[in-house]
Every structure is written in C-alpha cells, then in structure tokens.
C-alpha cells in the first residue's frame, strides 16, 4: 500500500505506539482505509499483552485492550502486530466478528479462551489466524516454556528444545491446539511467517525497533 514513515518504521506502520511520528501514522492509517474502501475509522486499541477484549458497538472511552469485537454493521476491529499472531473471529451468521492481538502473555492469560466465549456455539465460529513469526525463529527461555504448560500441558507438542537449552516455540500450532480444546471446528491458518518475509511484513525479532501491520474485520 506504501505509506509515509521512515525508518525504522518501513513507511507503512500504523501503530502509535512504538515512537513513530504520529502524524505520519495517521498519514498511513488514512492511506489504509482508502486502499480498502473503509469509510468509518476502526477502533485503534492501546495493546498492551492483557486479555482485555472490547465490545465496539459504542466507541469505548478506553481503548486499553488487546482484543474487540462487534454485532453492528461498519465497526471495524482492529490489532497491530510484528510477530504476534491476529486472530479474526467471525460466527456463520455472520452477525458477529472479533480480532485479537494473541502473544504469549495474553495467551496465558487466557485471551483465546475467553473470545470463543463471546461467541454462543463454538463450532459455529470461523476463526483466521494470520502472519506471526515460526517456529523456525521463535526461541524462548524456560520461564515462557513454563508458563505455556501451566496454563495448558496440551501445548506440549508446540515446543522444541534446541541447541542453545532454550525452546522454539510454535505459535501458530499453540492457537490452533486451544481453538481446538475450545470446540472451535473451522480453523484458516495463512501459514505465513513475519520473520521470513521481510517484504511484506513487520518483525520486532528481526529488525527490534519497526512498525506494525494492521488487521482488521467487520461486518459490512
């Protein structure tokens, strides 16, 4: 789409949150919207690794989340990411949508458990989980390790101990696991990872300070 930041935010980031000039964030998130034909402005969340989700359907006054979610028609949610994982939720009546920002520490907080709570039936919920970084370049220590298998030991299979005694860890297949866990039937995983395509997408373990991509959902 282009954009207007410079480095180290790589023209396109749309975050205000990581030290970029907010003028040309708001340059880019413009840019955005009209590539996409948006009309209404998306609900921008202040991230900050919780399990906080926001119903959207009244502009919050609060926008301390990592998650949203909306029955009305035109409220656009929204998560920035560079490695997490952006998971879009949507019922198949399409009369509910939802997006999570989903890093581990959400994660273990509980925050993918308790968006397939909002919804009524879980097989009803199509779920898309988009670019993150892999296995391949995610290494964590023994604390995050830990913490993953204290919240669920069904998550065993999404790690790996490496050369360094540390553990590379699985994102994507940890969401699926708990979507599963949940009742969640129709999984979509795009399978791409942040780290690899430095093309296309933002990677904070790759490139440490930069911007972030956004996604978004709603229903039109």
Known sequence: VGGHSGPPYNESNVSLNVGDDPKKVKE????????LGISTEPIWLKQEHNKKILLVDETPTDIKADGSYTTKKNKVCVVTTADCVPILFCNDEGTKVAA???GWKGICMGI???TIKIFDRPESVFVWIGPCISKKHYEIGEDVYSN???YS???ENSFKKN?????????NNIVKTLLKNSGVEKIYDC???TYELGDLFFSHRRDGN???MATMIWIA
């Not at 880019?28 to 590539?35: A, D, F, G, K, V």
């Open 153 to 155: 030991d069904s998550l």
């Open 28 to 35: 880019n998130r413009i840019e955005l919207l009209m590539h």
């Open 163 to 171: 050369n360094n005694q540390k553990w590379s860890c699985c994102l």
């Open 112 to 114: 993918i458990d308790d």
């Open 210 to 212: 930069t911007g972030r």
């Open 148 to 150: 993953f298998l204290n």
């Open 100 to 102: 999570i920002h989903a």
């Open 191 to 193: 399978g791409l990872c």
